[in-house]
């Protein structure tokens, strides 16, 4: 009775031997025929720009001499919740934020507890560290205790800072790119001028060496 059962187990275990061994050679063959799955899903298109990528806009400066302190305010009042800007407001879970624009960071209002990262960042607020902050606060001092996500729009950056330099000034406001480019051709504009004429004048006294000569003759 027992090398009867033996004989069953034994042929029962070596018939699903040769299935597994069967349905695992059938499967590479059949995965051979098959292409391999790629490392990297999708091909790029061109003239597509990517998810998540930034498109550059106009640079601050510019943004800065066409922008508009009124639409800043109004950006502003999401920032009402933790900030004031009237001259000697109080602090709130932010601090007061009349006069900050060209102040050093993180020491603008004393007796406010600023994270490390921010009163240890260093440099002064200046437009484009205002831009950079109103961009992502956490990009800019990764500890900072200040959980605004940011403003993606650099024309609405432009417009806060403003605002804010509406609200106790600041440093003046840098000359965007296309008014330095035509001051220097408003300038090479008179040197032209006055090169014009006396390039025709040079013309029209050569040949007076000449008109001697034949008179000497």
Not at 37 to 65: D, S
Not at 93 to 105: A, D, M, R, S, T
Not at 112 to 120: E, K, R, T, V
Request: charged content about 15%; hydrophobic content about 45%; proline content about 9%.
């Amino acid at each position: 009775m027992t090398d009867r059962f033996n004989t069953i187990a034994g042929w029962t275990l070596f018939a699903g031997i040769v299935a597994l061994g069967g349905s695992i050679a059938s499967g590479l063959y059949f995965q051979a025929d098959k292409p391999h799955r790629p490392h990297e899903m999708g091909f790029p298109i061109e003239g597509v720009v990517e998810a998540g990528a930034a498109e550059e806009g106009p640079p601050l400066a510019t943004l800065l001499a066409t922008g508009d302190a009124a639409a800043g305010e109004k950006i502003f009042a999401k920032c009402t919740s933790c900030h004031t800007i009237a001259q000697g407001g109080g602090d709130g879970i932010g601090p007061n934020l009349y006069g900050v624009v060209g102040k050093p960071i993180g020491k603008h209002e004393p007796g406010f507890a600023y994270s490390s990262d921010l009163s240890g960042h260093g440099g002064d607020w200046t437009f484009e560290n205002l831009d950079h902050w109103l961009k992502s606060p956490k990009a800019f001092a990764s500890g900072t205790k200040m959980s605004f996500a940011g403003l993606g729009k650099p024309e609405d950056r432009a417009n806060v800072i403003l605002f804010l330099l509406q609200n106790g000034g600041g440093p003046p406001l840098p000359p965007p790119p296309a008014a330095d480019a035509a001051a220097g051709d408003a300038a090479a504009a008179p040197a032209d001028a006055a090169a014009a004429p006396a390039a025709e004048a040079g013309a029209t006294a050569a040949p007076e060496p000449a008109a001697a000569a034949v008179a000497a003759h």
